[in-house]
């Protein structure tokens, strides 16, 4: 009487029945041969590609097949020679496909070739949904190609450069740093990078590793102007501490000063940073001793400033005392090239950040090149931030994108649809649309939005998620 086996099978084993049930399945072309290359097993997908039942194939040699012209070449055959994996792009006449053909030889503990496995993908195929929609391993590739991209990375940030303008800006900053005695204008769009810039000729002067302080002249009450610059000492005026305190200048002593937004610095202020300026010295608000400075000044500013000077609303012996040594920084829109490089220099910080995967193709890649960024880098880098955080899946395509990005050129005003009347409902969600992407581009982060907009960050995403999927 044969004893049987009642030993309980384990979840994680998977029976012949069920393993061949799997293979059948299977996208891929599929077939198994014995270690003389004679077909023991073919999926249907397989069949398919070469145009034959699995029945015509299933004890057939490959010598055979290869002689009766249903493919051009046999890895099979191959593997088996050279005892190891080959895979090759082959072409079967039956249906005129190209395919790429991977054979496995599977050897028996003796050392034998006892199986080969062949696995068989229709390429002919896949090129024709890459000419449609190119997945992110091409676009890295794109990136790849792109040997010429500056990269440097600075405390601040990374510089991406591979326009040949933006290349020359770095050029130049790096020429500029040093000269440590150049005081430098950098001129440019709000979101071009100015910080970047100052930051790149800090690094590279003999003032590296010193003090390096910096200020928006716009962000600072004019009453608090002058206290902030040069200081104040103790009983100066009312609130102050009682200590006294230095001034940006007298704290940088040995370092450097980048004075942004400095067109926006009163006329008042004006006269007392040209003094510091030409006479090298600091005296406090309140105070009658002066303080001997040595400081590099970096001013920046994305006004025109000749033009203010022209209107009196800038001094001109200021003007000219800054823009010893001027930067030009160009506008996204005049560097293009450097689009890409960005986008995924960006996605690589963000998606670390949030722990996901996002990827752009290359229909997304063409909406953003095809756009002006009037916001510029700092645009491009909240725009994917926002993506990142509410597109569904990995793959981030020019559907998701905001309207600006579908209708190229044309400017939509919310509520206006050519002159038809639209439900109350559809209105307020394009305000609150276009109230949600201003505040998002002028704040910077999601968070500082939500803090502007008096909601919570968690809504905005939920209301972002909502018009993303409309």
């Known amino acids: 009487m044969t004893e049987q086996n009642n030993t309980p099978r384990r979840h994680n084993e998977i029976d012949g029945a069920a393993l061949l049930k799997m293979l059948e399945s299977s996208y891929d072309g599929i077939w198994i041969t014995d270690g003389q290359g004679r077909v023991l097993f073919a999926n249907s997908a397989n069949a398919?590609?070469?145009?034959?039942?699995?029945?015509?194939?299933?004890g057939k040699s490959t010598e055979q097949l290869l002689s009766e012209k249903v493919f051009s070449d046999s890895v099979i055959l191959e593997a088996i020679e050279k005892r190891g994996q080959i895979s090759k792009e082959l072409f079967n006449y039956n249906t005129n496909l190209k395919v790429l053909a991977t054979a496995t030889p599977i050897f028996d503990?003796?050392?034998r070739i006892q199986y080969v496995f062949n696995n068989v993908r229709d390429i002919t195929r896949l090129n024709k949904l890459q000419n449609q929609v190119r997945d992110k391993d091409e676009i890295i590739n794109r990136q790849h190609q792109q040997m010429e991209t500056l990269r440097i990375k600075l405390g601040m940030g990374t510089i991406i450069a591979n326009s040949k303008g933006f290349y020359e800006v770095v050029e130049l900053a790096q020429r500029v740093a040093r000269f440590d005695g150049a005081t430098t204008l950098i001129l440019g769009e709000s979101g071009t990078g100015k910080e970047i810039i100052s930051e790149l000729i800090v690094s590279n002067s003999p003032r590296a590793g010193k003090p390096y302080l910096q200020i928006n002249c716009g962000a600072i009450p004019e009453s608090l102007m002058e206290s902030e610059l040069f200081g104040y000492e103790?009983?100066?005026f009312t609130g102050a501490d009682s200590r006294g305190r230095k001034g940006l200048f007298e704290s940088a002593n040995g370092g450097t000063v980048f004075l942004d937004e400095i067109g926006d610095l009163p006329l008042h202020m004006q006269v007392k940073l040209l003094r510091v300026?030409?006479?090298?010295k600091v005296?406090?608000?309140g105070g009658v001793e002066s303080v001997d400075l040595d400081v590099r000044v970096i001013a920046a500013t994305n006004k025109d400033l000749e033009q203010m000077v022209r209107e009196g609303r800038f001094r001109e012996d200021l003007y000219y005392r800054l823009n010893v040594v001027s930067i030009a920084v160009p506008?996204?829109?005049?560097r293009k090239e450097d689009i890409l490089p960005l986008t995924n220099h960006f996605l690589t910080v963000i998606n670390q950040k949030y722990q996901t995967s996002k990827y752009v193709v290359s229909d997304t890649i063409d909406a953003f090149e095809s756009y002006d960024w009037p916001g510029n880098v700092r645009e491009l880098e909240n725009l994917l931030e926002n993506l990142?955080?509410?597109?569904?899946?990995?793959?981030?395509?020019?559907?998701?994108?905001?309207?600006k990005f579908q209708k190229s050129g044309e400017t939509e005003t919310p509520g206006e649809d050519d002159g038809v009347i639209l439900p109350l409902k559809e209105y307020v969600e394009r305000a609150e649309s276009a109230a949600i992407s201003r505040a998002i581009q002028k704040c910077g982060s999601v968070r500082k939005a939500a803090a502007?907009?008096?909601?919570?960050?968690?809504t905005l995403v939920r209301k972002m998620q909502g018009q993303r999927e409309k």
Not at 277 to 280: C, D, R, S, T, V
């Open 283 to 285: 005296t406090r608000v």
């Open 388 to 403: 990142v955080i509410t597109v569904p899946g990995d793959m981030i395509k020019r559907d998701y994108l905001p309207r």
């Open 452 to 458: 502007a907009l008096s909601v919570n960050p968690s």
């Open 48 to 58: 398919t590609l070469l145009g034959m039942t699995p029945a015509e194939l299933i």
């Open 109 to 111: 503990h003796e050392g």
């Open 234 to 236: 103790k009983g100066a």
């Open 331 to 334: 506008p996204l829109r005049e």
């Open 277 to 280: 300026l030409q006479q090298k």
